[in-house]
C-alpha cells in the first residue's frame, strides 16, 4: 500500500469519526490511531470529540483516542503509533501527542482559530520541546472542511430560528478557494474549517 493510499484509507476512518461526533451533536471531529503493518493500518483506538456530551473540555477526538490507546497499552508512551485527525489539533492535543510521543500525526482540515501545526502557532516544530512529532496535513482536507462548514450552518441557522430572525451572520467562505494541499507536505497556510472548531 503507497503512503498516500495508506493515509487517505486511514483518513476516512478519521471522517467516519467525525460523524460519530456529528451524530451526538458533537463539532464533528474524528481521530484514529494506527499502528503501521506490513497488512497495513492496524486501528488501535478512536475517537470523536465529547466535551459537550461529557462536559469534558479535554475530550477532543485526540485526547479520547490517546486516553483509550494508553489504556490498551498500559503506558502513556505511545511511540509506534500515528494519528490521523479530521482538524488540526490544538494546543492542548498537540502536547499531549508529544508526551505521548505519538511517531506521526497526519490532519486533515487546517484550524485557523486554535491550529497548532502552523496555522496559530506551530508547536510540532518548536526545537525547544524535548520531543519532535512529524506532521503531515491536508489528507481529505476538503471533505473534512465540508463536514465542518455543513455542522456551523446547520448551528447557524437554529440559531436564527431559535431568535426568530436574521441577525446571526454567515461566516465568510472558509479558504479552500486557494486550492487543495498537497498530500504529504506540511505547509504554513492550509484550507481552513469554518466557524468555532471546537
Known amino acids: 500500500m503507497s503512503p498516500e493510499v495508506f493515509d487517505d484509507t486511514v483518513m476516512r476512518l478519521a471522517l467516519d469519526q467525525a460523524l460519530n461526533a456529528q451524530l451526538a451533536g458533537e463539532v464533528p471531529v474524528g481521530a484514529v490511531l494506527v499502528r503501521r503493518t506490513e497488512a497495513g493500518p492496524q486501528v488501535v483506538a478512536t475517537g470523536y470529540n465529547r466535551p459537550i456530551t461529557t462536559h469534558d473540555p ?27 485527525v479530521t482538524l488540526e489539533p490544538c494546543a492542548m492535543c498537540a502536547m ?33 520541546l524535548n520531543h519532535h512529532t512529524e506532521v503531515v496535513g491536508g489528507v481529505q482536507a476538503e471533505a473534512a ?12 441557522a437554529e440559531l436564527r430560528a431559535l431568535r426568530g430572525d436574521a441577525d446571526v451572520p454567515d461566516a465568510p467562505e472558509a479558504q479552500h478557494d ?12 492550509q484550507p481552513s474549517a469554518d466557524g468555532d472548531p471546537r
Open 58 to 84: 479535554t475530550a477532543h477526538a485526540e485526547i479520547v483516542a490517546l486516553r483509550h490507546a494508553a489504556q490498551l497499552a498500559e503506558n502513556y508512551r505511545l511511540p509506534d503509533l500515528e494519528l490521523y
Open 96 to 128: 499531549a501527542l508529544m508526551h505521548a510521543r505519538i511517531k506521526r500525526v497526519v490532519f486533515a482540515a487546517a484550524d485557523p482559530k486554535t491550529g497548532a501545526s502552523g496555522s496559530v502557532v506551530d508547536l510540532f516544530r518548536n526545537r525547544a
Open 145 to 156: 472542511g465540508a463536514l465542518l462548514r455543513e455542522f456551523f450552518a446547520q448551528r447557524r
Open 178 to 189: 486557494a486550492g487543495p494541499i498537497p498530500t504529504g507536505e506540511v505547509i504554513e497556510q
